[in-house]
């Protein structure tokens, strides 16, 4: 069986639901809107829900500038239970008492994870050792340390304690799990902890997104078909707003397009985005002293739909 997948341009802000995993989300809409190219910016765990941001075609190539960006989340955390996993799809490895504990006693815990801080990610996560994936190491019972590494807590509240349950706002870094911050919580209040639910909030730059379920984007096809389901996508340029711009004209942009050197009168970048007249995005690009461009990633508009098969 063949499919027509189309060469089509934009970001998607996904509410991702609670028991997909980011790639099998990732898949649901890359059929949906029929993308030739798809490509997530940072994962979800199946457990958790919230903003995952899903690059169609062109806008693949700005991922990576996502990927570092700053995160917020809101964490459920379950007091007195450790698991293998940091979160609620573990097995339980220790009950311990949870003493009482008043906002004073959590605040100065908390104090302890924010910052700069070195973190053990969870033996059960995506990092590679030799190739592998740390979770099926572990699943085959091999013994699996996770090197420790340094992350930024931006912010770290507490927003709601009742009894053995506590709410969180966090934001953060690339590179943080948040399970590892939980579990870590819970060793410096002496009772054990894990994450029981998380919602990613925002991803800089997408500070308010409006985000959009897999039942909404399903019913747009629906109803509404490619056209309604273009409407929903953001440009890629909303991704870049915070890198600054450099306007071209037209020969120029030309030139930058085609891969040709290209001198200007501008001041030194590392980053910019080198735009067309028109306002459309040629490159990222960097500009040394002397004004001399070096393309860091090219741009092309979609031409035309592909036909390839559906195990792509």
Request: charged content about 25%; aromatic content about 4%.
């Amino acid at each position: 069986m063949k499919h027509t997948y189309r060469d089509i341009c934009g970001i998607l802000l996904l509410d991702k639901p609670a028991g997909l995993s980011s790639n099998q989300a990732l898949q649901k809409v890359r059929r949906l809107f029929a993308a030739r190219k798809a490509g997530h910016t940072g994962s979800l765990d199946p457990l958790a829900t919230g903003l995952l941001p899903i690059c169609l075609g062109e806008a693949t190539k700005v991922a990576g500038y996502l990927l570092g960006a700053r995160k917020a989340y809101q964490a459920d955390v379950r007091l007195g239970l450790t698991t293998t996993t940091d979160d609620a799809e573990g097995e339980v490895v220790e009950t311990r008492p949870v003493p009482t504990l008043d906002r004073a006693v959590i605040e100065a815990a908390l104090a302890g994870l924010r910052g700069r801080i070195v973190q053990t990610p969870p033996v059960y996560s995506a990092l590679k050792q030799g190739g592998v994936p740390l979770y099926r190491r572990a699943r085959r019972g091999e013994t699996v340390v996770a090197p420790p590494r340094a992350v930024e807590i931006h912010r770290l509240e507490l927003l709601e304690h009742a009894g053995e349950r506590l709410r969180l706002h966090i934001e953060c870094g690339a590179g943080t799990y948040v399970r590892s911050l939980a579990r870590d919580l819970g060793e410096r209040l002496g009772c054990g902890a894990h994450l029981t639910a998380l919602r990613r909030l925002w991803v800089e730059p997408f500070l308010a997104p409006r985000m959009h379920t897999l039942p909404v984007l399903e019913r747009t096809a629906a109803e509404h078909g490619d056209a309604g389901l273009a409407a929903l996508l953001l440009p890629l340029e909303a991704a870049l707003d915070a890198i600054p711009a450099l306007t071209l004209d037209a020969q120029a942009a030309w030139r930058l397009a085609h891969g040709q050197r290209l001198r200007v009168a501008a001041a030194a970048r590392p980053l910019v985005r080198a735009l067309a007249p028109d306002g459309r995005l040629v490159a990222l690009a960097a500009v040394d002293a002397a004004g001399w461009v070096t393309v860091r990633r090219g741009f092309a508009l979609p031409t035309h739909e592909v036909d390839v098969s559906a195990s792509e």
